[in-house]
């Protein structure tokens, strides 16, 4: 159609996008053009406003690299990965999940590591810190030889390949749960950290007076067939940043107590006092078991 005025826009874009032969893709192109025009409305976008916006939208894809993910930082700071997470699990977000976000820093092919062993892989001084974790369904039941990829950050706050201190999948390991759902493992206890701030999200954080800090936490990724893939980030309910978290990934079923001791570890002779204990329940939901895209290599 020939337009006339900005009105004439959005129905000539609407008409266009309710051809799309796909169901699913064409209820989300009228919904993105109904929002996305609304918006340009509501704000009054300046021409320049949008120029801007095109040369961020550039910039955040030429900073995204093989150790570096800006969109899904940037998704994060935002809320969308949470908000997407939260509608999806849970019984579309009515109950309490373990499911979380995946970050910017999983990787494929992690090592394989028996129970009990260690994922420290180079000298990463620190609280030496022991976690025992189960696996179960929605009643409660163990699944049983589940692949679980684990990894979290240093004590100095970064993931190892952010850190050429650190050596190869320092910190990153994958366990196969018992026959009760269950698997173990020695670390190092990890703090919470700054996300990157020389970005275009570090930008944004400092227009809006915010910290960058995300809490102290371990991820996970539990793989077993028949269930949805579970993608979980379990927090230190004593972290400062618990309530502040720049990514909003903090749920009341994530919030976890890192046990501190202070004598001797009744078994391991080399581990530092104090240290530290975690234990914690993963539970997984019924669906189809499908790998994310990594964000990093």
Request: net charge negative.
């Amino acid at each position: 159609m020939v337009i006339s005025s900005y009105r004439d826009i959005t129905p000539a874009a609407l008409k266009v996008m309710e051809q799309t032969r796909d169901v699913r893709l064409r209820e989300i192109m009228v919904s993105l053009i109904r929002h996305l025009h609304g918006f340009i409305c509501d704000v009054r976008l300046t021409e320049a406003e949008f120029r801007d916006a095109t040369a961020i939208l550039n910039e955040m894809g030429k900073l995204t690299s093989d150790t570096h993910n800006e969109m899904v930082l940037m998704a994060g700071s935002l809320g969308a990965s949470s908000l997407v997470c939260l509608l999806n699990n849970g019984d579309h977000g009515n109950t309490e999940t373990s499911q979380s976000l995946l970050g910017p820093f999983w990787r494929l092919n992690s090592p394989r590591v028996a129970n009990g062993g260690s994922i420290v892989r180079s000298e990463t001084p620190g609280e030496s810190l022991f976690v025992n974790a189960r696996v179960v369904d929605g009643g409660g039941n163990p699944v049983a030889s589940a692949e679980v990829d684990v990894w979290h950050a240093s004590p100095v706050g970064l993931y190892e390949n952010q850190d050429p201190e650190q050596a190869e999948m320092n910190l990153r390991g994958k366990f196969i749960t018992d026959d009760d759902g269950r698997f173990w493992f020695r670390s190092v206890k990890m703090i919470g950290y700054p996300i990157p701030t020389d970005t275009v999200v570090g930008r944004l954080l400092r227009a809006q007076d915010r910290h960058p800090f995300r809490p102290a936490h371990l991820h996970a990724l539990i793989f077993k067939p028949g269930f949805k893939v579970l993608i979980s980030q379990v927090y230190d309910s004593s972290d400062p940043h618990i309530d502040t978290d720049v990514q909003f990934g903090v749920t009341r079923a994530l919030l976890v107590d890192f046990v501190r001791h202070d004598e001797p570890h009744p078994a391991e002779t080399d581990a530092t006092v104090p240290w530290h204990s975690l234990d914690y329940t993963y539970v997984m939901e019924p669906g189809e078991a499908v790998l994310p895209r990594p964000p990093i290599k």
